[in-house]
């Protein structure tokens, strides 16, 4: 069963050896700090053991982000892989007709629902943990960004509009 924004793994919790794969795609549309190009699109499979739920999600992107020189927009393509476990509480149904096993997690933010994967907030989550530490718009750390070389030079070095009044008080400093 699929509700909106939840997926319901309810069936891999109470047959453990079952494995259910979905077919995800989500923008996650509250989200103000992240600027999403495409959808995040992938695969998301489960599978329980009887004590874990083991989830393995694949999903790609393509996000803007900020150059960690000069904070152009830099747009990248995110690819990632989260491979996760949840623990279960209780007897599968399967095993015991009057019993339920239950995902249960410690998790500041729920990501269940019962034993429905809120994807949104799962998402966001490996999303967040995958994105690059510094973006480079172009020129790696040792090059010249090309949000400098587009503004102006300064003795042959780019110089970035917000320090071009340093730049013009070194110049008349200069012997």
């Not at 329980?48 to 990248?76: F, I, Q, Y």
């Not at 279960?88 to 019962?114: H, L, R, W």
Request: proline share 6%; with cysteine.
């Amino acid at each position: 069963m699929r509700r909106e924004g939840l997926l319901d793994l309810n069936e891999a919790v109470q047959h453990p050896g079952k494995k259910l794969v979905f077919k995800v795609e989500t923008e996650l549309g509250q989200e103000e700090d992240l600027d999403l190009v495409e959808p995040l699109r992938g695969e998301l499979s489960a599978v329980s053991t009887g004590n874990l739920l083991l989830v393995k999600t694949t999903l790609r992107t393509r996000a803007v982000l900020e150059c960690a020189r000069c904070a152009a927009p830099v747009e990248t393509d995110l690819e990632f892989t989260m491979e996760d476990e949840f623990d279960v509480e209780g007897v599968p149904s399967s095993f015991a007709s009057d019993s339920y096993a239950e995902v249960v997690t410690d998790e500041p933010v729920p990501i269940f629902v019962q034993n429905a994967l809120i994807l949104d907030a799962y998402v966001r989550q490996g999303l967040l943990l995958n994105l690059p530490e510094q973006p480079l718009c172009s020129g790696g750390w040792d090059g010249v960004c090309q949000e400098s070389v587009d503004t102006g030079h300064r003795g042959g070095e780019a110089v970035h509009p917000a320090f071009e009044g340093l730049s013009r008080l070194i110049d008349r400093e200069a012997p």
